[in-house]
């Protein structure tokens, strides 16, 4: 099994019973490390809010100055090159933090005839790579490398490609 980053899960808001958020996260993180090795780094860890729409509206306000919800939020704490030269032994080093907005995941997982379980899975997926340095906004190549990764990670957790066109 591929070594992945350690989580720190903190469910704030009031997500369905079923599934195991925290199960679906660790497992989502154990796929996304087998096609993204930078992140199968034992010293990793990362945190993972599941928090409802208000909240992520107050984070997306303050800290990216957007006044609105949205699904995922990822805050870096690790330069992409600082990432891939952190060597295997050495204390805990914190990728970043990760708040996923409930109403909003549920509303897009329903638009799109989705599983909730399935698009948080990916929004966990897409939310790590960004926390790793990965960037669909820089230019058409590194999204298409980004929504291979995700494609990849879900495949091995049985979700089909979230974009349905690969």
């Known amino acids: 099994m591929t ?56 984070l997306n306000r303050e800290w990216r100055g957007k006044d609105k919800p949205t699904n995922v939020l990822s805050f870096p704490m690790l330069e992409r090159d600082d990432l891939l030269d952190l060597p295997p032994a050495g204390p805990p080093e914190l990728l970043g933090d990760i708040a996923l907005a409930l109403e909003t995941c549920a509303r897009e997982a329903a638009e799109k005839g989705l599983p909730l379980d399935h698009h948080a899975a990916h929004l966990i997926v897409h939310g790590l790579l960004h926390l790793a340095g990965h960037d669909h906004e820089i230019s058409a190549d590194d ?21 349905g066109d690969h």
């Open 143 to 163: 999204a298409r490398i980004m929504e291979q990764l995700e494609i990849k990670a879900l495949a091995l957790m049985g979700i089909a490609d979230p974009y």
């Open 3 to 58: 070594q992945t980053l350690l989580l720190d899960i903190a469910i704030e808001a009031d997500w369905p019973a079923a599934p195991d958020w925290e199960d679906l996260a660790h497992r989502a993180a154990a796929a996304l490390a087998t096609v993204a090795p930078e992140l199968a780094n034992p010293r990793l860890t990362a945190s993972l809010l599941f928090a409802d729409d208000a909240e992520v509206h107050v």
